[in-house]
């Protein structure tokens, strides 16, 4: 079955450092969405990329797209307080109708 | 976005019986909804796509007669955990799509926290 990796599975940065999670996907992705679950709190969506090697940006983070359509990351630069919480990228196989979660990484920002 | 209500939020249930979970598309409707059990501090597991009108699709490993799923109108899904255990006890979360487009985001719901005891 499809199984979307995620590296680091944890991350402890000082504020103002910057902080990059990686996705990988066993299989070939029709798009890939990034989401944000704070602690307590249900996944709130970031960003979907769709196009081989597509980079977009918000703000001070960075997306990316791989040029196979199997693996993405988020970069985060200068991280602040704000941005603590796990961090899930969810792709899609191609044909597929639902989502499959990465296993997350979970972002601590020491202040 | 969208807003997808989830109720309840929190439930204790006595080992046994039956809880049931509403997922509800307050602004749009929705022709797919996505149950999804989340353990603590673990990723979001897909339990079963929901489509109006028809049978839910349940994911391998997930116990579709203990897991009922039901999704009667284009706004409401529901999940009922039938003759709950305190294996059962988790965090379970609802996601719409508003269209049929598979590249469309997915709305959550805030989650229920299903303890039992």
């Known amino acids: 079955g499809q199984q979307v990796m995620q590296i680091p599975q944890y991350q402890h940065v000082q504020e103002g450092e910057d902080f990059t999670t990686y996705c990988n996907s066993s299989?070939?992705?029709?798009?890939i969405q990034w989401y944000k679950q704070r602690p307590g709190g249900h996944p709130v969506f970031l960003i979907q990329?769709?196009?081989?090697?597509e980079v977009k940006k918000q703000k001070r983070l960075t997306f990316q797209f791989g040029e196979a359509k199997k693996n993405s990351s988020l970069h985060i630069t200068a991280t602040q307080t704000t941005d603590v919480g796990t961090y899930f990228c969810a792709g899609r196989a191609t044909g597929a109708n639902n989502l499959f979660f990465g296993t997350g990484t979970r972002l601590t920002v020491i202040p | 976005g969208a807003v997808v209500s989830q109720h309840p939020s929190r439930v204790i249930c006595k080992s046994g019986t039956s809880v049931k979970i509403e997922c509800r598309s307050l602004?749009?409707?929705?022709?797919?909804m996505f149950w999804y059990r989340q353990f603590p501090k673990k990723s979001l597991m897909l339990m079963a796509t929901s489509n109006e009108g028809s049978k839910a699709t349940y994911e391998q490993g997930v116990e579709k007669d203990k897991f009922l799923i039901n999704h009667a109108s284009l706004t409401l899904s529901t999940l009922t955990v039938t003759s709950a255990h305190p294996e059962d006890s988790s965090f379970y979360i609802c996601s719409a799509r508003f269209d049929t487009n598979m590249n469309t985001e997915a709305f959550f719901g805030q989650g229920t926290r299903l303890t039992v005891v």
């Open positions: 299989t070939t992705l029709s798009n």
């Open positions: 602004d749009f409707q929705a022709t797919t």
């Open positions: 990329l769709v196009k081989s090697g």
